[in-house]
């Protein structure tokens, strides 16, 4: 599967931006997807991630009340709504998707597909 991120830019703090990553090749809605980020002098770190179906999903801590993600199977595409945007959301995101893993959620570093990342700029 082929991935494509776009919807980054740059934003005041407390604005919002909604990323989007199409997704082109195998069945899309076989895969688990998930939004990745990635700040200067850190680590990438996982955001959210969906399942199959769209009917659940996870957040690290410290997006949890302020980003959602969402998927259309219909469309091939997944989105991150940011809102609440804070300066430390700054990075570079990047889409993954990965079809088979071990436990009930994947680890990050069981993502195989991964797209081009998308910068996010929040200024202070």
């Known amino acids: 599967v082929q991935l494509q991120a776009s919807g980054g830019g740059l934003v005041q703090a407390g604005g919002s931006l909604r990323l989007s990553c199409t997704a082109s090749g195998r069945t899309f809605s076989s895969f688990v997807m998930g939004w990745f980020r990635q700040a200067p002098g850190k680590e990438r770190e996982i955001v959210a991630a969906?399942?199959?179906?769209?009917?659940?999903?996870r957040y690290a801590d410290s997006v949890t009340g302020r980003f959602t993600m969402s998927r259309d199977n219909v469309k091939n595409t997944v989105y991150l709504q940011m809102n609440s945007l804070k300066p430390e959301d700054t990075g570079v995101y990047s889409c993954?998707?990965?079809?088979?893993?071990?436990?009930?959620?994947?680890?990050?570093?069981?993502?195989?597909?991964w797209g081009q990342g998308t910068q996010v700029t929040v200024s202070s």
């Open positions: 969906i399942n199959r179906s769209g009917a659940a999903t």
């Open positions: 993954a998707a990965v079809y088979w893993y071990r436990s009930s959620w994947p680890r990050g570093d069981e993502y195989a597909y």
